[in-house]
């Protein structure tokens, strides 16, 4: 009898192996970022009252079932969705961590493990990219010195007082991408979240927020329908965490929770992705429609099922 060892290491160095790279799905992602955007959200609310987030779920595909890193709380779990790595090898493990408790287990030259930002860089060096963010943490997490332009601003207070309206602070994302045409782009939206611990989550001013962000995700389409290149795009969506009463952080599904959706050029049309789905998968599945070769100690995966 043959040994079956030497087949066995063989394959696992395949599956360690990283990802070869390969022709793109589209030319362009835009992926919006709700903080604190709960599947339950998603589930209680009317179709009719988030006809653009729907419009993008009939077709393209999703999920409600992905899961956060635990602790579900924010700066780990964008950390995550940025490196593709869980909190034991990322190394944020609090709320507003701007560095890891532990060194991570890969760096970028940065400081931080690489992230969509620096693979894409060091990858496609003349791409564009953006960023905007209304929560500064989002600035630690992201590599921002890989990025063509990145803006941060703060749209709300800490007892949820507005301080730039939804539509205007999502206008300077859309002027970006019209004028530049970014191949990624990342609009990150806190108000919801923000809502989620002034208000309470599912709460009817929570809610109401959600239906704002529907209306700014309908921006960003008509912007990239006027800067010609909605065709050659793929819109991804999701989130950090859910939320349960006024908190998050505990390991319920309300707060673990939160929607990964896909939908554009190449994808599946009304699908509902069958596989289990982790935090960690989103940087994956954006890199690999970008036809971007995944760092070996990703532990994220993309998903092919997604595609037509």
């Known amino acids: 009898m043959k040994p079956i060892l030497p087949l066995f290491l063989a394959l696992a160095c395949v599956a360690c ?7 793109p799905v589209a030319r362009h992602v835009v992926f919006i970022g709700i903080d604190g955007w709960a599947a339950e959200a ?18 393209g595909s999703w999920t409600l079932s992905k899961r956060s890193v635990m602790p579900s709380a924010s700066a780990i779990n964008w950390a995550s969705i940025m490196n593709g790595l869980p909190t034991e090898m990322h190394g944020f493990d609090k709320w507003n961590s701007t560095h890891g408790t532990i060194p991570s287990t890969s ?9 969509l930002f620096t693979i894409l ?3 496609h060096p003349q791409a564009v ?16 010195l890989a990025m063509s332009w990145h803006y941060y601003t703060k749209t709300y207070t800490s007892t949820d007082d507005v301080i730039i309206p939804v539509e205007d602070y999502t206008r300077i ?26 208000r309470g989550w599912y709460s009817e001013e929570y809610m109401e927020r959600q239906r704002i962000l529907d209306a700014a995700v309908g921006q960003v389409i ?24 006024k908190h998050h952080g505990k390991f319920t599904l309300l ?15 009304g699908y509902e992705i069958k596989a289990p789905v982790m935090q960690y998968d989103t940087p994956a599945v954006m890199a690999d429609i970008l036809g971007l070769q995944i760092p070996e100690d990703w532990r994220g995966r993309p998903f092919p099922e997604i595609y037509k």
């Open 173 to 198: 994302a859309t002027d970006y991408i019209k004028e530049n045409k970014p191949e990624f782009f990342f609009l990150y939206f806190g108000t919801l979240d923000e809502a989620g611990h002034v």
């Open 121 to 123: 860089r060091e990858q």
């Open 107 to 115: 760096d970028n030259g940065h400081g931080i493990p690489p992230t």
């Open 129 to 144: 990219t953006g960023c905007i963010y209304d929560w500064d943490g989002i600035g630690a997490v992201t590599d921002t």
């Open 42 to 59: 998603v589930r209680q609310a009317p179709a009719q009252d988030l006809p653009n987030i729907h419009a993008l779920m009939d077709h």
């Open 222 to 245: 008509e912007a990239l329908k006027e800067a010609g290149i909605y065709d050659d795009t793929v819109i991804v969506m999701s989130a950090d965490h859910g939320g349960v009463e």
């Open 17 to 23: 192996a990283p990802k070869d790279n390969h022709a």
């Open 255 to 269: 707060e673990l929770e939160t929607p990964l959706i896909v939908c554009g050029k190449g994808i599946q049309e």
